[in-house]
């Protein structure tokens, strides 16, 4: 899970951000509307965290921008306790949730986790074979034992279990554990990738490379 990270006050960003990390989510931190617009522009997010009050281009305008074209990323916004007409306007134009200022970190995880509960349809759970992973509490059961993984083999783990028996692109595979203290390069997650076999498939659990392409998880059945 990927998220954008939009707040212009240094020290909150940081705070957020180290607890987004631990949390096991890849973050984009950024501290300026016009950067978190390029972002959104050009990036896929599966969650965004937005502040209002921010430098250049206001929080409002990088949202309205965002739905206008017509992406529909979950926007979790956070705001000044007094800022209720800003409040009202993010969520009429858009905005999934708010966050009024101060905030427990404990909050604010659960409501991230239910915003992307809900733009998955309320999937939190993906189960192959012998496999269950929970998105959202991060933990990866192998016969209903937990197994002891990364949290970037289990974001490639993740976007194989929801596209089972399709191709997941190299590039896509990238940048769904990158961020941007640190991008993720093929060979990276071809390391990531053969540490998930040495584990999964003496359990029958089995990745294609697809040469040229990315991965592919075999259907269950066919084992």
């Known amino acids: 899970m990927r998220i954008l990270l939009v707040e212009d006050d240094n020290a909150l960003r940081d705070t957020l951000f180290q607890a987004l990390r631990q949390a096991g ?9 016009c950067t978190a617009d390029n972002a959104l522009a050009v990036g896929v997010y599966d969650l965004v965290v937005l502040d209002l009050g921010l430098p ?4 409002i305008q990088v949202l309205r921008r965002l739905r206008g074209r017509q992406d529909r990323t979950p926007v979790l916004v956070l705001t000044a306790r007094d800022g209720v007409d800003e409040r009202i306007l993010g969520l009429k134009i858009g905005a999934d949730d ?7 970190l404990p909050e604010l995880e659960a409501r991230i986790g239910a915003l992307i509960r809900r733009a998955s349809g309320g999937l939190v759970r993906l189960v192959h074979g012998p496999l269950e992973l929970d998105s959202t509490g991060h933990v990866l059961s192998l016969h209903g034992q937990p197994m002891d993984i990364s949290v970037r083999e289990m974001t490639i783990l993740e976007a194989l279990m929801q596209h089972v028996g399709q191709v997941v692109i190299k590039t896509r595979l990238a940048q769904q554990i990158s961020d941007w203290d640190g991008e993720i390069g093929a060979n990276a997650i071809e390391v990531y990738v053969h540490r998930l076999r040495k584990k999964l498939e003496p359990c029958g659990v089995r990745i294609r490379t697809i040469h040229g392409l990315g991965y592919l998880l075999e259907p269950h059945d066919n084992f």
């Open 25 to 33: 989510y890849g973050v984009d931190p950024v501290a300026d509307g």
């Open 56 to 59: 250049h281009l206001d929080g």
């Open 98 to 104: 708010y966050l009024t200022k101060p905030f427990a």
